[in-house]
């Protein structure tokens, strides 16, 4: 899975919306829109504050670690 799958299929999981996790992580509503359609991904320091969100490890989110999902 990519970046933008694994994200969508967290957010979805955790019934968490696009507008609530760009508030819980400080960052824009577009950000959050530009990762969940693939158009961007994010950099290093937010990939952190995005698996601590969901309790997952940076593997999981970049798709190496697909068993943790």
Do not use: W
């Amino acid at each position: 899975m990519q970046f933008n799958q694994i994200l969508r299929h967290l957010m979805e999981e955790n019934a968490i919306t696009p507008r609530q996790l760009a508030k819980a992580l400080r960052i824009s509503l577009v950000m959050i829109n530009n990762f969940t359609c693939g158009a961007d991904e994010p950099d290093i320091g937010l990939l952190k504050h995005m698996a601590a969100f969901f309790h997952v490890s940076t593997d999981c989110l970049i798709g190496y670690d697909s068993e943790a999902l």
